[in-house]
């Protein structure tokens, strides 16, 4: 629950400052030091789920606060059928990036130090 925690405090103080991919070097570093689980399954969930859960807030932010117009254009770019799609989408695209550069972080220290 910690490494939740620290990926989605991190991820999102590293994104209001620089690019959207500094996530990545956030989650990659997180999951070096913090995450200590032998089973690669549960590494990849716990990022996935802090970084998803961030990435999810902010879009969902930003369709409510817009009045919706951002997510019907990019729902009809994409043929997707409700607007509403585009905030999961950008949630779930969030979380396997994040997952992904964490379950690195954390086989590069297993690939290390064991």
Wanted: with cysteine; proline share 3%.
């Amino acid at each position: 629950m910690r490494s939740i925690l620290y990926l989605f405090i991190t991820c999102g103080a590293v994104q209001m400052y620089y690019p959207w991919w500094s996530m990545v070097i956030m989650a990659f570093i997180i999951g070096f030091i913090f995450i200590e689980e032998n089973s690669d399954t549960i590494v990849f969930v716990k990022a996935f789920t802090g970084v998803a859960l961030l990435w999810f807030l902010c879009a969902a932010i930003q369709f409510f606060t817009n009045s919706h117009i951002i997510a019907t254009r990019i729902a009809e770019l994409f043929s997707l059928p409700h607007p509403f799609l585009t905030v999961v989408v950008s949630g779930a695209i969030g979380g396997i990036v994040g997952g992904t550069a964490a379950l690195s972080g954390c086989q590069l220290r297993q690939a290390i130090f064991e």
